[in-house]
């Protein structure tokens, strides 16, 4: 099979309007290196890319993304920990100064982990990889009277805190958010309204941050 017919007409319209505008900027980026100050940790959802959502130039996001946005606690056992090695990266050698945890509406990942669904490999693989969710499952507790899609969004919600708290695991990062030097954020894409939520650190809730262009856009 050829590459992608697809991603050659991507590029060739990324090249003519955006590489054209943002030529020296790569170039830049190239001779200095990068120095974003954002870290996102997202979600491999095809609908959920932190670069359009947060409409990001090249060089502002340090990006890692996995099945349903999940950061694994701290586990110094010299096996290959694939976020772990990114945020080492982000925190120690970039020196970001903001790490965003993106989950968002629609996970299929935190909807096969409700549902315990069947394994979808012979390894298991993501069965295995959800398991670490299974804090925030305990918290949200059972569905009780919440529609199925409303127990989703939630357990979606708690999977974000869950990974924030997974964050506080790694000692230097502990450090640095105790000393102010690094923040940690929760945040929700609703995907269909194209919402985006944040979390408040001390309710826990999630809010919308543009609530009002938010009904505007939709009123026309
Ligand atoms: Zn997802």
């Known amino acids: 099979m050829p590459f992608p017919q697809r991603l050659i007409e ?9 590489l054209r505008r943002e030529q020296d900027r ?3 980026l190239a001779e200095s290196g990068q120095s974003p100050e954002t870290m996102v940790i997202g979600c491999c959802d095809s609908r959920v890319s932190p670069e359009v ?10 990006v890692v993304r996995n099945v349903a946005n999940i950061v694994p606690p701290y586990a110094p056992d010299e096996r290959a920990h694939g976020v772990s090695a990114a945020l080492e990266f982000g925190v120690a050698a970039l020196k970001v100064k903001h790490i965003v945890v993106l989950g968002h509406a629609h996970c299929g990942g935190v909807k096969a982990y409700a549902e315990d669904a069947e394994p979808l490999s012979p390894g298991d693989f993501i069965g295995n990889w959800m398991r ?10 059972p569905r009780g009277a919440l ?8 357990l979606e919600q708690a999977n974000v805190a869950n990974s924030l708290e ?5 000692p230097r990062l502990r450090k640095l958010i105790e000393r102010g030097e690094v923040a940690i954020h929760g945040a929700y894409f609703a995907v269909a309204t194209g919402e985006l939520l944040v979390r408040d650190a ?10 009002e262009d938010h009904a505007r856009l939709f009123a026309r």
């Open 10 to 18: 991507g590029y060739r319209a990324f090249h003519d309007a955006r």
């Open 26 to 28: 790569y170039r830049e």
């Open 53 to 62: 959502i947060f409409d990001a130039r090249p060089g502002e996001l340090f």
């Open 132 to 141: 670490i969710m299974a804090p925030a499952m305990a918290k949200v507790g």
């Open 147 to 154: 529609r199925h899609d409303q127990y989703l969004a939630r």
């Open 166 to 170: 997974n964050l506080l695991t790694f």
């Open 202 to 211: 001390a309710s826990g809730e999630f809010l919308p941050v543009a609530a």
